[in-house]
């Protein structure tokens, strides 16, 4: 019996986009490489995305460098998913953007607090005196992840056990319900991952970065096309710089 190996049917798209994302790459194009690498790593999952790991390792050095060592160990003990080199990432981007632009720091999906924490541990030790606040927004039911419980409660321990609660607004209710009528220099969306909820939460919050803010993204990988999906177009609409990408952490800055 002989078996007949098979061009897969979407490689030849998927060689278009990895020379594309090469010839970003050598312009500097950080957003529209990793958009067009990602797209051939989705058509051709064997691409090994060599082009995802140089870039990974140039945007290593954008956002200036924090010790968050405590800071990680400290959200480690909540459950939830982001790892520590990702709440590392993120800790840089929150000190990041309340040192460089005043405001508030928003997040959309706390559960039960993992990068809540590290955010607003951050914010504490970075930039008290600026009044810069920690607005946690999650409706905090029927989340399929939680099985059932209220993690409302979780969350307030969560902040209470790390001295943070004097930092959190916690808000029981969803995204695009909440009015972002207060100044904002980044936001941080992980509500839910399917591409109807990641885009909607994108859109109702994207006007709301202000040049130099940040805009960050977690589960940006391909067992989350609802999540791809969203930041495909944040990373080609043109208004953004790519500052960070570790994990399926992704950190984009509006300029
Ligand atoms: C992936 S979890 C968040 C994980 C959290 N960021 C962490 O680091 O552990 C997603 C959360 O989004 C919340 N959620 C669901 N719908 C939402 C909405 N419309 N707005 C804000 N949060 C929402 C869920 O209740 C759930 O707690």
Redesign the pocket.
Known sequence: MSTHWRWPPDANRALINIVRAERAMTRSDYCRALALAMSAHLQLPQYPSWTIDVLRRRLATILPEIDSTAIVRAMDD?????TPAEAALLARATAHAIREGSGHVV??????????V?MALTIKSVALDQGSRLIA???????S??SGRD?YELLSQTLCKHNVEHIVDIIR????DVALDFPICMI?I????DAS?VCA?RDYVIDHIRTGSLLAF??YRPDFPGVVKAVQDVLLDGHFDLVGFTGSLLVVCRH
């Open positions: 909540v459950e939830g998913w982001l997040e959309i999906g706390s559960f039960c607090g993992r990068s809540t590290t927004i999650d409706p905090h039911e029927g989340y992840d939680a993690t209710a969803r995204s695009t941080f992980d509500g839910l991952h909820s939460d977690h589960d």
